[in-house]
Structure formats: structure tokens, C-alpha cells
């Protein structure tokens, strides 16, 4: 006993599994991390292999170990022998199978409440199921099939021949042939960049992390003990909050209809207003991820909104044709000739205004480790404060532990860890593979296109992923918008051929690394709160890309040309069911990148480069500053996502903060216990909608109602 593998393994004995569970009255005293363990007594070991086991799975309680009893802080190591070893987390046939798309919605939870899994099935194999379906699904989004692989096939490009030297020979058509090697090239990026800044994106920076701090919780609910009163009313609000939000966008889907219909177009503050994205758009999922993230978070967002659609769009509209060309001429909305470009290019400055600082606290946190690591290999005496940290985050945790909760979760997410040479080496690895194989496939794509972009994506990543900590928000598109004016400016002043191919293919590189660093960021932060090893769930994580790689190339394939097989209409033209938006907008920023940045919107880059500026000292002054002035300073990225999505996601996240603040002050000790499931229910209900929405969409079933709202005669002239 005290050995993994007598735990969990063949050696392991009926009492000794009885006395883990079930352990007897026994004194912790004595049980501090790091002690001597030959000298404590067997009643001690059981007790903390308990606890353990029931911080592991909960339900199964520690029966005699009474929370109002007094005693030491938990001996963590102890305590973590009691969950399973990495590799038996999760990887057998049933995890595999069963991790994909809404299973995890529907099999698991009825699988752990009828009691299935009693016994073997654990909050760590959930972990690690909702991670092989994230991974398999990331590619949908990140491999550019909505976005740049659709720009550059014959329905879309050949409509701009002529344009920014665009030929005949720009077409690249989304064979498998081409896709599947192009997709094993940037999918497995994003993951190994952000490897080695696991503890400081989780544990350090003390990232809220709403969404994955959501699914940890609902997780933990549905392996939750029937018996217990608390654990039982935080399951049911869970249940209620889910139960609305997905009632509530199936009655949302009776009226959408076609076009600005639904309460999505709904003018909360006019119409005049909704032109400027203000509303409430009822969209409750980030109603829940407002009462999740500080309210510091909630209020620089709105600020943000603010700023660019209360004061420089405004100002914008009344130079139109003289600051940017009329709306005639954009392609569409979010043509960057238009305003769209003060929107994205505002935002990235704030972004990399903040992500600069960042990387240097990051790199100076690495330089001050590795040397006391040296130093204490030197001395023999280790530094209790590791690497420390700098300055203060503007947000606190967002889940409440206990000490001995932290303490485990830490010492599990730490152990184990994960050597610093598998990130290098297999960003390496494929850095090699992607700069020989890309231009095999796209000849304008040229290798040291290549090799620029996969050497500045590991910083978009990093900026990326904190970004998603902090407000759950991905900006990949903008990244890869980013991406294409980068080369495209690069490859429009040599004048080469086909330089508008080879800013969209250089934005798949950067947006699928920001992508995938981003969400396996996020489902490390799942991991940390269900004890389940990193290493399993980077394994995990690898297995489903490679499934993706496979699954998503094949069906896009099949919904690419069988639109056009069955009515004659290709993806992507106007008349198409699947006009791909996102390809349009692609293709627009490459040929103004090539052609130049003369064609931007004036004062386009000044604004940018002062926010950029802005937006680097703002978190220094927050980290250094006077304590009672600094903790009001906004927070940059925060500020820099509705620039980009849209007011209206202030608008919803702040009401979920009006909604955390109201609770705070009617009850505390409710809002502790209840706040969290309540926001994770939001959440998760309106995602398990997208499955039969889908649906639905795929039956081609359409709303039988469009509600519009039309303003008066008086609301319209102003």
C-alpha cells in the first residue's frame, strides 16, 4: 500500500481498496507535504487516500473524517497516489468511441447517474472524453475550411481575376490531395508552443477561464454524490439554468426565419443604436460567462465599445468617401476598405500592445526559474518561491477551494509534468515539415513565407490563449487577418506571382496555431480543477487531431461538392445555401495587403499604433502603480474583443455582471455556493442546442415565423 500500482493495480487487495474509501477515525496530525512518510501511521496514510480519492471522484466520501474536525493541511502526495496513473486515464476503447460531438452531453451524464461507471468511472475520463471531442472538432474551425481553403477554390477567386494580379492558376480547389498533408502542417503547431507556459497561464496569472472553469464544474455535478444536500441543490440550479437556455433557444429558432429576423436583430436601444451593434441579443451564453469573469473584465469590455462605437466610428461615418470609400464599393460588411478596418486593426494593436508586455513577464518569470532551479542544484537548497510571479492580476479566482483543494489540485497539475524538450522538439518537427511540404501544395507559398510565419505564430499564441483566460473569447480570425496583411504586404512589394495565394495560406498557419493553442489552454484548466494528469490529457489531445485530420478534410470534402452535385450552385457563390462569408472577407484583406496599405481607411494605422502604445504601459501601471488608483486600470484585451465581435457582447456580458452583483448583495453565501453551476448551466444549455440545430439545418427545416423590427418614420431620420 502507498504504491500506485498497489492501489490500482493487479497487487492491489479488496481491504485495501475497503480501507481507502472507507477509512478509519484517524488523527491528521503529522500529515504536512514533504514529511518524512516512513513515520506516519498507517491510520494517516488511509485518511489522506481518502480524502484523495474523494476530491478524485465525489462520490465517494471519506465516511469518518468529519468537516468540522480540526486538523493539519492535507498531505497532498498522499493524497494524489490515490487517483489513477496518467496512462489509465481514460485511454481505452470506450473513451474513444464515445468522444465525439453531443455523446458527452447525453451518454455521460445518464451513464454516471444510473451508476454505470460506479467504481471505474471517474471525473478524470470525463476530462479526458471532453477533450478527445474538442480536439477532434478544433480543426472545423481553426483549419481555415469556412474561412481561406474555400477562398482560394474556382466559385470565389475566379469572381476577383484581374484584381491584385489574381490569375487563372490562383485557383486551388480543396482536393483531400491537398487539404489532409496541409492540415497535418498547422494542426499540431498551437499545441506545442504553449506547452511550456501551462503553469503560468493557469496557476500564475490566475486566469478566470469561464468556460472550462464551467465544464470542470459540471463535470464534478454530474459525478456528485445523490446524498448530499449542497451537491444536490447546486446539480438542480445547474439543471434549471441549463433547461432555460435551451428551452429558450428553441423558441429563439421559431422566429430567426431568413435574413435579420429573430430576437437576434432585436433594437434594444433603437434602431439607430443597432447599427452600431448596441443591443441585447439574447444570447444567454455569455450572460453566464459575464457572471463568471471579474467584473474588471466585464467593465473594460464595455469601455472598449465605448471607445470605438461610441466615439471613432461615429466620427469615421461622418468622413465617409472622404476617410474610406463609399459602401458601394465593400464586398461586403466586413470588407477591411471600410470601417470594418479600424474595428480589426484597433483591436490587434490592443492585443499586441498587452501581449508584449505579457511575453516579457513571461520570459523574465523563465530566466528568473531556470536560475534558481541552477542555483539550488548548486547549493542543495531549493527556493520555496519557484519563479515567483510579477505585478498583480486584476482578477482573483473565480471558483472557491479550500486550502487543501488548491494545494492538491496544484500538486497533481505539477507533478507528472510534461519535459520542456517534447514542446521544442515537436514544434520543431513540424516547423521542418510544414516549411518543406506547404509549397509543395501551394507553389506561391514560398518556404520562407513559411518559415517567418510558424517562427512569430508561437507569439500570437501565447497572446491568443491569454486572451481566451481572461474573457473566453477566441480572436483567431483576427489573427489570421493579421497574418495575410503581414505577407501579403511582404509579397505585393517583390511583386511576386500569386501573392494573394500566399497570404491566405500563411493565415491558415497562423490561425490554426492561435486555435489550438487556445483550447488546449482551456481544457488544461478543465484538467486542473478534475485532478486528471496533464500528460493524459496531452496524449489525448494528440489522438484527437489525428483524428480530425482525417474526419474533417473527407467531410468537407463531401459538403463542398455535393451542394453543387445536387443543384448545380457551388459553395461559396452568391446564390449558394453555403455562401461562406468568412471566405470574402479573407480574400478582401489579402488583395488590399498585396496592393498595399494605401487602400486602408486614413488615420487607420495612427489610431492603432497610439492604442498599441496605450495598451502596453496600462497593465504595467497596473502591476506598479499606487494599489488604490492601479486596481481600476481597464484591461486591455478586454477592451480590445468587442472591437471585433461587436457591442452587443459587452451589452450581454455585462448583465451577467449585473447579475453577479445583484446576488452578491442579496445573499454571498448563496451566490458562492450557486453562482458557478448557475453561469455553467447557461452555458452548456445553449451549446447542447447547436447539436439539433444542426440538425435541423442539415434536414433543411426552416423557422416558420421572421420576426423584424422596422423603426418609425421619426427613429429613421435621425
Not at 481 to 503: C, D, K, Q, S
Not at 612 to 624: I, N, S
Request: charged share 15%; aromatic share 12%.
Amino acid at each position: 500500500m502507498g504504491k500506485l500500482g498497489d492501489l490500482f493495480g493487479k497487487n492491489s487487495t479488496t481491504k485495501d481498496r475497503t480501507l481507502m474509501m472507507h477509512p478509519p477515525q484517524a488523527s491528521m496530525e503529522g500529515a504536512h507535504m514533504g514529511e518524512d512518510l516512513d513515520q506516519t501511521s498507517m491510520d494517516d496514510k488511509a485518511a489522506s487516500h481518502a480524502i484523495g480519492q474523494a476530491y478524485a471522484d465525489p462520490s465517494v466520501k471519506p465516511t469518518d473524517v468529519e468537516d468540522s474536525q480540526e486538523r493539519e493541511p492535507l498531505n497532498v502526495k498522499e493524497a494524489a497516489e490515490a487517483l489513477p496513473h496518467w496512462r489509465k486515464q481514460g485511454f481505452g476503447l470506450a473513451s474513444c468511441i464515445v468522444g465525439f460531438g453531443a455523446i458527452r452531453f447525453v451518454v455521460i451524464p445518464c451513464m454516471v447517474k444510473v451508476g454505470l461507471g460506479s467504481g471505474w468511472y471517474y471525473p478524470q475520463e470525463t476530462t479526458i472524453i471532453q477533450t478527445m471531442a474538442n480536439s477532434v472538432l478544433d480543426l472545423n474551425w481553426g483549419g481555415g475550411f469556412h474561412s481561406f481553403l474555400v477562398a482560394l477554390s474556382g466559385p470565389i477567386i475566379g469572381n476577383f481575376e484581374g484584381q491584385a494580379g489574381i490569375t487563372a492558376r490562383d485557383v486551388y480547389n480543396p482536393t483531400i490531395g491537398r487539404t489532409l498533408p496541409y492540415q497535418i502542417c498547422i494542426g499540431f503547431i498551437g499545441i506545442f508552443v504553449v506547452l511550456v507556459l501551462r503553469k503560468a497561464m493557469i496557476i500564475d496569472f490566475k486566469l478566470p477561464w469561464p468556460s472550462p472553469t464551467a465544464a470542470g464544474t459540471l463535470i464534478k455535478s454530474l459525478h456528485t454524490k445523490k446524498g448530499e444536500d449542497k451537491a444536490r441543490k447546486q446539480l438542480r440550479v445547474l439543471g434549471i439554468t441549463f433547461s432555460v437556455a435551451f428551452l429558450w433557444d428553441l423558441f429563439e429558432w421559431f422566429f430567426s426565419g431568413s435574413g435579420d429576423c429573430g430576437f437576434g436583430s432585436f433594437p434594444t436601444f433603437g434602431t439607430h443604436a443597432l447599427t452600431y451593434t448596441w443591443q441585447f441579443d439574447f444570447e444567454l451564453t455569455y450572460v453566464g460567462v459575464g457572471m463568471l469573469v471579474p467584473h474588471a473584465v466585464n467593465a473594460s469590455m464595455m469601455l472598449g465599445a465605448i471607445i470605438m462605437f461610441g466615439i471613432i466610428l461615429p466620427i469615421a461615418n461622418q468622413h465617409a468617401g472622404v476617410w474610406y470609400p463609399p459602401k458601394s464599393t465593400w464586398s461586403n460588411a466586413k470588407d477591411v476598405r471600410g470601417t470594418y478596418a479600424y474595428q480589426v486593426f484597433t483591436a490587434l494593436g490592443m492585443f499586441l500592445g498587452e501581449g508584449a508586455y505579457t511575453i516579457l513577464k513571461v520570459t523574465i518569470l523563465a530566466c528568473r526559474g531556470m536560475y534558481r532551479s541552477w542555483r539550488a542544484s548548486r547549493t542543495g537548497k531549493v527556493d520555496p518561491r519557484g519563479a515567483g510571479t510579477i505585478g498583480r492580476p486584476p482578477q482573483g479566482r473565480i471558483v472557491t477551494e479550500t486550502e487543501d483543494e488548491r494545494r492538491l489540485s496544484e500538486y497533481v497539475f505539477l507533478s507528472n509534468s510534461i519535459p520542456w524538450w517534447v514542446a521544442v522538439g515537436g514544434y520543431l518537427c513540424f516547423v521542418a515539415i510544414g516549411t518543406g511540404t506547404i509549397p509543395q501544395l501551394y507553389p506561391p507559398a514560398k518556404w520562407y513565407y513559411c518559415l517567418v510565419v510558424y517562427l512569430i505564430a508561437p507569439f500570437f499564441s501565447i497572446i491568443n490563449a491569454y486572451c481566451a483566460g481572461l474573457t473566453d473569447w477566441d480572436i483567431t480570425s483576427a489573427w489570421s487577418t493579421l497574418g495575410v496583411f503581414i505577407i501579403g504586404a511582404w509579397a505585393g512589394r517583390t511583386n511576386e506571382e500569386g501573392a494573394v495565394v500566399a497570404a491566405l495560406v500563411m493565415s491558415g498557419i497562423a490561425g490554426a496555431a492561435v486555435n489550438a493553442a487556445s483550447s488546449i489552454m482551456g481544457d488544461f484548466k478543465t484538467a486542473y480543477y478534475t485532478l486528471a494528469h496533464p500528460r493524459a490529457l496531452l496524449c489525448t489531445q494528440l489522438i484527437g487531431e489525428c483524428v480530425g485530420l482525417v474526419m474533417a478534410p473527407v467531410i468537407f470534402y463531401y459538403l463542398y461538392y455535393q451542394p453543387a452535385i445536387a443543384s448545380g450552385i457551388p459553395l461559396g457563390s452568391a446564390n449558394s445555401q453555403y455562401a461562406a462569408p468568412q471566405a470574402y472577407v479573407n480574400l478582401a484583406a489579402a488583395i488590399v495587403s498585396t496592393e498595399g496599405i494605401k487602400n486602408l481607411p486614413k488615420h487607420c494605422f495612427a489610431i492603432a499604433g497610439v492604442f498599441f502604445f496605450v495598451c502596453f504601459f496600462l497593465p504595467m501601471f497596473r502591476d506598479f502603480g499606487p494599489r488604490k488608483i492601479a486596481r481600476f486600470t481597464p484591461v486591455p484585451m478586454a477592451m480590445a474583443i468587442p472591437l471585433v465581435v461587436g457591442a452587443w457582447l459587452a451589452v450581454d456580458m455585462g448583465l451577467g455582471s449585473i447579475v453577479r452583483l445583484s446576488w452578491d448583495l442579496i445573499s454571498m453565501s448563496t451566490a458562492t455556493d450557486y453562482l458557478v453551476p448557475a453561469a455553467a448551466g447557461l452555458i452548456s444549455g445553449e451549446g447542447l442546442w447547436a447539436v439539433p440545430e444542426a440538425i435541423l439545418a442539415l434536414a433543411k427545416a426552416t423557422p416558420p415565423l421572421c420576426m423584424q423590427f422596422i423603426a418609425t418614420s421619426a427613429e429613421a431620420a435621425t
